[in-house]
C-alpha cells in the first residue's frame, strides 16, 4: 500500500531539481507542514519563503519573484488559495502572465472533519475561469512527479490541486504523460471501433461507458470500470488530469464508441469536470452524460473515505450510479 500523498512527490521533485537549479523557490502561508514542504526548507533555506497567513501577499509576493526571474511555487490550503487570493490569482499571476504555480494542498474534502469553511470544492470552477490559468489534478504520485518535472520546463501560470492523503498507486513509476492530455487507463475495448474517416459515427450504435475522472477520483473509477467489466460492459477510463486545458480530442473519441458518459469528480457540480465535458459531448457527439460530483450543499464532515463512500464516489458507487444509466 503506497503511503505517500502527491504533496511530498511534488516536494521530492523540487528538492532534485533545486540541486541544479537555484531560481526554484518555494512559498508558504504558514503551511509547510501540510504542504510537506519542510525538507525543502531545511535543505535550501535560501530559496524557500515563509510568508505567514497571509494568502494574498503569498500569491503577489510569487508573481513578483516570478518577474525577477525565479520560479516560484506557492503552497497554501485549496480552500484559502482559491478563494482568499483570487483577485491576485487572477491579476497578479493570470492576466500578468507570471511563471507562478499555485499549489492547492488538502484539496477537495480532505481537511473533512473541518467542515465547509476548510472545503475546497469549487476551485476548479474558479481557477478555471481565469484566462490564462492552466489547472491540474493529478492523481497518483508518479504522474505528479511528471507533471512537476513538465511545469518546470515553461513559464506559464498553473493551478495544481492535490489532496492530503496518500492515493494508491494507478501508474508505474515511468508512467505515460504528454503535458495538456488526457491518460486513457482502461480503453474499454469497445465492440464498435472507432469508425474511419470515411463513415458516420451517427450510424454507429454506441456499446460503452466512458468514465471520466480527476484526482483521488480516478482511482475508484478504475475499480469501478473493473466491476463493470466483470459484468459484461466495456468500460473505458479517461484521466483528465489537466482539467484546462481540456483534451477534447480524447473525450470525444471516446464518446463516439459510448453510450453513457459518467463524469466523477471531487468538486461542486457546477462548473467543473463534468460541466465541461457535458459542454464538449454537446457539441460534438451528443450523449448521455451523468455527473457524479459532490452535492450542492454543505458536505458532511467526516474522514475523507466516509465521505465518499456517503455520497457514492467510491468504486461501488460509480459503478452503481453507470448501470443505472446504462
Known amino acids: 500500500m503506497n503511503n505517500i500523498p502527491n504533496r511530498k512527490a511534488i516536494c521530492d521533485v523540487l528538492l532534485e531539481k533545486s540541486e541544479t537549479d537555484r531560481d526554484i523557490t518555494v512559498l508558504c502561508s504558514d503551511s509547510r507542514g501540510s504542504a510537506s514542504m519542510a525538507p525543502f526548507f531545511q535543505r535550501f533555506p535560501e530559496q524557500s519563503v515563509e ?13 513578483g519573484m516570478a518577474k525577477c526571474g ?3 511555487f506557492c503552497f497554501s490550503p485549496a480552500s484559502f488559495l482559491s ?11 493570470a492576466y500578468s502572465n507570471t ?31 481565469i484566462p490564462n490559468m492552466r489547472v491540474y489534478l493529478p492523481s497518483d504520485r508518479f504522474q505528479t512527479a511528471k507533471l512537476i518535472d513538465a511545469l518546470l520546463l515553461d513559464e506559464k501560470p498553473s493551478y495544481i490541486r492535490v489532496g492530503r492523503n496518500p492515493v494508491e498507486d494507478i501508474y508505474p513509476e515511468n508512467c505515460p504523460f504528454i503535458m495538456d492530455q488526457a491518460t486513457v487507463i482502461i480503453d474499454g475495448e469497445a465492440a464498435q471501433a472507432l469508425p474511419s474517416s470515411g463513415m458516420d459515427w451517427k450510424t454507429l450504435p454506441p456499446d460503452m461507458i466512458t468514465i471520466v475522472a480527476c484526482g483521488e477520483m480516478t482511482r475508484p ?23 484546462k486545458p481540456l483534451d477534447r480530442e480524447a473525450i470525444i473519441n471516446c464518446a463516439l464508441r459510448s453510450k453513457l458518459i459518467l463524469t466523477a469528480e471531487e468538486h461542486s457540480p457546477f462548473g467543473g ?24 450543499a454543505p458536505v458532511i464532515t467526516g474522514k475523507s473515505q466516509a465521505v465518499f463512500d456517503h455520497y457514492g464516489l467510491n468504486a461501488e458507487g460509480i459503478a452503481k450510479t453507470a448501470k443505472e444509466n446504462y
Open 99 to 129: 511563471n507562478v504555480t499555485l499549489v492547492g494542498i488538502s484539496g477537495g474534502i480532505s481537511y473533512g472533519e473541518l467542515g465547509m469553511s476548510h472545503h475546497s470544492a469549487q476551485d476548479i470552477a474558479a481557477m478555471s475561469s
Open 51 to 63: 510568508v505567514g497567513i497571509a494568502e494574498q501577499n503569498l500569491v503577489s509576493i510569487s508573481a
Open 273 to 296: 469536470l463534468g460541466s465541461m465535458v457535458s459542454q464538449v459531448i454537446g457539441q460534438q457527439c451528443p450523449r448521455k452524460v451523468i455527473n457524479l460530483a459532490l452535492p450542492d
Open 70 to 72: 525565479k520560479k516560484p
Open 83 to 93: 478563494t482568499r487570493s483570487y483577485e491576485q490569482a487572477k491579476v497578479d499571476v
Open 221 to 243: 473509477a478504475v475499480l469501478a470500470a473493473q466491476i463493470l467489466a466483470r459484468e459484461g460492459i466495456h468500460t473505458a477510463v479517461l484521466d483528465m488530469c489537466c482539467v
